[in-house]
């Protein structure tokens, strides 16, 4: 897919080095568990082998994660795993309090929605965030867990659902929404308050005559900038753009290329650095990659890293 795609997009050389240490833990997934690590070493919090889509607490003291595709919590050292919902979820997200978890299933209009559930109460129930119609409505029937996605990278990352909350607490970006009454494949901003969503990319429909998508949002830490995993065919091969990387300023809605080709699923480190899953050595790798300069170094192999908060 890669080489038929790259058009003007090149792929950046990589430091051979030791493994670089980062002032935080970095979690991450590999073979179905997860692992932190900051470099030197790494430590593995699951078993089972089925477990995704960690991501730390704003607090950097707890993991929301996916384990058979439900959502669960547990300590930074991999203790006091407690499940917190028996309804299929995709991609949790923190809110800034580290009160709520938000996280995508079925909604009340059978597509995608966005919840949120207590990440502390004992009995926590779900409600509905997005589509703002579905806010007062009866829950969906629980939903079959979905198996475990398969095919070729885009094919995996196409419907892959994860949500970002922002850092001032009050949008949310998700796959899909209402713009999706319009394009084949949308990304939304939502207003966590009113219910409200600004289409931040779009695919095919409207004025759009092009195929792919824009999936794995995530927020930079002072929320100036917005990043996600997008992928583009377009109406000649010159439009076609491989799995890569965008990151959006939602103030001027300026969008620009960061990483290499295939690079995806980004964190940020600081305002220079992130962590995005990469493919190297004939595998996925968790890569340290310099958002100004281009520079590329490898972490560890896995893919999907969240970043602990540092305090």
Known sequence: MAGALLGTFLQPAVAQAATPTTRSLVAYMRGGDIY????????????????????????GKRIAYLAGAQLWTMLADGSGKRRLTTRAAAGPSWSPDGKWLAF????CSGGPGVYRISATAPKPAAEVLFPRDCRGEDLPDEPALPAPRTGSLTERLRTDDAVAWSPDGKRIAFRGGDCESIYDACLSVGTVAGGGEQTVAAYGGGSYQTRGFAVVPGWRADGAKLTWTAYQEGETKADNQPVHLVEYDPATRAKRTVGGVLDREM??????????????????????VGLADGSRVPFRSGSQPSVQPVR
């Open 36 to 59: 932190v690590s900051k470099g030197a070493t790494e430590q593995r919090l699951t078993t089972g082998g089925t477990n995704t889509r960690p991501r730390w607490s704003p607090d």
């Open 104 to 107: 995508a299933s079925l909604s």
């Open 267 to 288: 964190a940020y480190l600081d305002t220079a650095r992130g962590v995005a899953t990469a493919q190297y050595r004939g595998g996925s790798w968790v890569m340290i």
